[in-house]
């Protein structure tokens, strides 16, 4: 079957034995799926969710019962307060966006503790000169670096003593940086510690990548709120677009009148045909992850095998859903995400190269044959054109597609 693809025997031969080196990794896997499919049905049940819930709104959106069923099916999943789950925004970024200008007000300070955030919140920080950063209003920013992949204590107790600090934005996945990502185990560790300083600090939480890949999410462990895309984890593959805010009422309030207009809030936001998908993206959800997570196992492990510099190993705790394969070389960096552009469903005829993209610093290589446009919870595989060359592989909508991308982009490699 796989010589359609003229794959080496080598790379045969290879990946056959990474299932057989991979298969207790990937029952481990199918276990936190069972229960995260069972969390999920759990919330379609206790909500009602019916035929009706799929008929939408147009205009202003008013009185969207799809749209409310939505928002506490999302509730009960992520185990919190309240959530706001919308198309309007456009995606995690926007959200995040909304939420930081929803919660900060001028002189306040927001504070990161796992260091620079996400590429694309430079300008909306104003660590990059933006006119419309929180900066341009007059929110301070403060940043404390990871050490060696573990929480600066020290440095985060310091600040905390020594000024008011309003919000903790804490990254899990480690975006376009060389740090491992932020396991749930030491979230809640960490959260516990800012909690005995500091009672009344807004805890939020970037969840981007991270959601159904353990049993428990960030609110279950003492977060105030969370924030995430679903053209990632929790659309599923199948939502066209948006995101959602998640956990304190007060907070997600908040960041409902930021998204719309101040007295309007929640009430307005037309969903314009896509309450289905949204509902049968979360309800695929559990499964994606779990098949994103067998495609970067099953390549972390040939990669390892072929000489490669891996992060995380097959066999390592994940965060997330994000694979890294540290090429030390732009070509093969390059070779490698033409290969899974090459085996992608869409678009598998185009070859990437690398280019300049808006919100990011350095010219990016993206590799993204997806039925949604940038999905990445659909097989991509992307990194800045910056030393070590990084390769940032994730998501599959199921594990035999991703493992004919992986084969076919060592292939390539090769
Ligand atoms: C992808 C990502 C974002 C941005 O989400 P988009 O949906 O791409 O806008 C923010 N933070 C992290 C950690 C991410 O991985």
Redesign the pocket.
Known sequence: MENIFNFKNEIIDLCKEAEVNCAAEFTKIDKICQLNSLKVLTAFHENRVSEIHFNSTTGYGYNDMGRDVIEKVFVKVLGCEDALVRSQF???????TIALFAFLRPGDIMLSITGK??D??DEVIGIRENSSSLKSYGIEYEQVDLMNNEFDYESIKKILISKKIKLIEI?????YSTRKSITLDQLETIIKFIRSIDKEVIIMI?????EFVDMKEPCEVGADVV??????NLGGGIAPNG?YIAGRHDLVELAAERLTVPGEGREVGPTLGMNKMLLQGLFFAPQVVASSLKTAILSSYMLERLGYLVEPRYDEKRA?I?QNIIFNNEEKLIKYCQGIQEASPIDSFVTPDPSEMP?YEDKVIMASGSFTQ?S?IELSCDGPLRSPYIAYQQGSLSYEYGKLGVMNAINKLL
């Open positions: 456009i995606s995690g970024t926007h959200a995040l955030p996400y694309t919140l990254q899990r996945s480690k975006g970037d969840n981007c990548y991270c924030v995430g895309s679903l053209i990632k995101a997330d994000v919100g940038g990445s």
